[in-house]
């Protein structure tokens, strides 16, 4: 669709633990719901489901569903749906730097870009944030160096085709610098 071979959805990050208990027990029943609901039909699409982030607060059932999926439609070959749970931008490059440190290798960007939990899908191209917040909320925080940000108004709920489009039109017209100076063109 549009071109678009990943797409990472920020479902829950880790300060979202903060959050009052009652909140994050039903956020965790509807994120339940949702996987059981919609992961058949990802798999039908040919969506291929990865969840990205630290596990280990999830319930055993919950954890258990997020493998599911994985193990369902880890053969697809269409879109790569990753969903960040649990997941935050400093825990990503720590646990990457913790595992080059196990590996006993040395510490540098290509072994710690090698270990980020989003491997491995390249940077994005384009983040879009909905709601009318204008950060990017501790989210893949060494993948977005040079990633184009695109901020709306609109509430993820109400975030549909029309907004996708204007979200992409918006991103042709950017010119991709990586650093360098802008193309005379």
């Known amino acids: 669709?549009?071109?678009?071979h990943t797409l990472t959805l920020f479902a829950f990050s880790q300060e979202n633990w903060q959050r009052p208990a009652q909140e994050v027990g039903l956020l965790m029943q509807l994120f339940a719901h949702t996987i059981a609901v919609e992961v058949k039909a990802l798999h039908r699409n040919?969506?291929?489901v990865r969840f990205i982030g630290d596990r280990a607060a999830f319930?055993?059932?919950l954890?258990?569903?997020m493998e599911a999926a994985e193990r369902l439609t880890?053969?697809?070959t269409g879109l790569n749906l990753h969903i960040a749970?649990?997941?935050g931008g400093h825990w990503d490059i720590v646990q990457a730097a913790r595992h080059a440190q196990q590996d006993g290798v040395e510490i540098s960007e290509a072994s710690l870009a090698a270990r980020l939990s989003t491997q491995p899908a390249a940077a994005p191209d384009l983040l879009i944030r909905t709601g009318g917040e204008q950060r990017i909320s501790n989210f893949m925080l060494w993948q977005m160096a040079y990633t184009e940000l695109y901020f709306t108004a609109a509430l993820w709920p109400d975030f549909g085709v029309p907004e996708l489009?204007?979200?992409l039109a918006w991103y042709a017209g950017r010119q991709r610098r990586f650093g360098r100076v802008p193309d005379p063109r």
Do not use: F, L
């Open 1 to 4: 669709m549009h071109g678009v």
């Open 46 to 48: 040919g969506v291929r």
């Open 59 to 61: 319930a055993p059932a």
């Open 63 to 65: 954890r258990a569903q």
């Open 74 to 76: 880890d053969a697809n």
């Open 85 to 87: 749970a649990g997941y």
């Open 165 to 167: 489009d204007a979200a």
